[in-house]
């Protein structure tokens, strides 16, 4: 089993809507959750951090489920500029992992006119 | 100041070639990374420096030499490189410690010929 498991997709949403997807992770005592957006042949971008009282930032909201060890991205009111592959990232636990963050594979929207 | 700069942007050279790659960042961080990624695929790692030293160091061939001169500064050496090498290399830092996050830079799109 992968560490971080993304749904690929594509999502293809109509401009306008909204898209919710997760990432599940399998270390539960995993420290700390990015969602980091990333277009084709750019670097990934901060999106934002995942906190467990979940957080919005405009239209994205993201969430954290520890106990069932997932986090969640929400974009309402999707724009074309939202067309991207969103990556989950996760820090893990303190110790021998140090500096190895994890990458989900991503997962690619497509916002659609 | 958030950014991390790398240069060049693109690179194309020979199997025989010896080329550099740069890395800096001014945002006072301590950690910084190097990263592989092929395309439709998450990143992966190369060699982490934490204090200026290296600390780790994922079985890199190597034809691939990092060095960091300075809290500042992060090089990647290249030297005989195969075709298969050909990957978009992204540079991060983060700090150490607490809510430590990855900023990227633009990255270097290498072809190797």
């Known amino acids: 089993r992968k560490e971080v498991e993304q749904d690929p997709g594509p999502f293809n949403v109509p401009e306008g809507a909204t898209v919710a997807f997760n990432c599940t992770y399998s270390n539960s005592a995993s420290q700390s959750f990015f969602w980091y957006r990333q277009d084709c042949r750019k670097e990934p971008k901060l999106l934002m951090s995942v906190y467990s009282s979940g957080n919005e930032d405009g239209r994205f909201t993201a969430q954290l489920n520890r106990a069932s060890q997932y986090i969640s991205l929400l974009i309402r009111d999707s724009k074309l500029s939202d067309s991207a592959t969103y990556l989950c990232?996760?820090?893990?636990?303190?110790?021998?992992?140090?500096?190895?963050?994890?990458f989900g594979a991503g997962t690619q929207v497509v916002v659609t006119p | 100041d958030t950014e991390v700069t790398q240069t060049p942007k693109h690179l194309v050279m020979g199997m025989t070639n010896k080329k550099s790659l740069k890395c800096e960042q001014h945002?006072?961080?301590?950690?910084m990374y190097w990263y592989k990624q092929k395309a439709k695929k998450p990143p992966e790692l190369m060699f982490v420096y934490s204090y200026e030293k290296l600390s780790i160091n994922e079985s890199v061939p190597s034809r691939f030499s990092p060095e960091c001169p300075n809290s500042s500064l992060l090089n990647l050496h290249l030297h005989a490189l195969q075709p298969e090498d050909s990957a978009l290399y992204l540079c991060?830092?983060?700090?150490?410690?607490?809510?430590?996050?990855?900023?990227f830079g633009s990255g270097t799109q290498l072809s190797v010929l």
């Open positions: 990232v996760v820090k893990p636990a303190p110790g021998d992992s140090w500096g190895k963050f994890q």
């Open positions: 991060a830092s983060s700090q150490q410690g607490g809510n430590e996050k990855l900023f």
């Open positions: 945002m006072g961080h301590r950690a």
